[in-house]
């Protein structure tokens, strides 16, 4: 136990220091990286139970996916860098944090229509959910068309 104990608290004194210096550290950076990767993780979910649903589920595209979760997750954290240089109170940060957050959202309520998951909501929700992230939608659907026939995008 000391050794696990030993590990994660060195991960800890190198990780934190780290995640403060990229995003800040005030309590509402904290809450909106966490409610961030929170949504990106549902996405992860959707979006691989989405694509084994019709079949365009390819290794590829998956860790072509790590790649821009990790892009898409030090957005903010450039928006930080960019309110320290120009001193100011987190706009930058703020902006694309949300931006990022709205982002993901319609990402993973796509995929879990693709994934048939819409089908447990309300219809006024599921058609409201629908009309927020149709264009979003439509272009996943298209994008697994296109992989059906053994393109990747």
């Known amino acids: 136990m000391d050794k696990w104990k030993a590990i994660f608290s060195s991960a800890g004194a190198v990780l934190v220091p780290v995640f403060d210096f990229m995003y800040g550290d005030s309590e509402a950076v904290i809450a909106i990286m966490t409610a961030l990767l929170f949504f990106v993780i549902m996405d992860w979910l959707s979006g691989v139970r989405a694509a084994k649903r019709d079949n365009t589920y390819g290794s590829r595209y998956g860790l072509d996916g790590i790649a821009r979760t990790f892009f898409i997750l030090l957005l903010p954290a450039g928006g930080h860098l960019l309110d320290v240089v120009f001193n100011l109170p987190g706009i930058i940060f703020g902006a694309l944090a949300i931006g990022t957050l709205y982002h993901v959202v319609q990402s993973m309520t796509a ?20 009309d927020w992230v149709k264009s979003e939608l439509d272009k996943k659907i298209q994008r697994a068309e296109s992989r059906k026939g053994g393109t990747t995008k």
């Open 111 to 130: 995929n879990s229509i693709r994934a048939g998951w819409g089908d447990h909501l309300p219809l006024p929700v599921l058609n409201a959910i629908i």
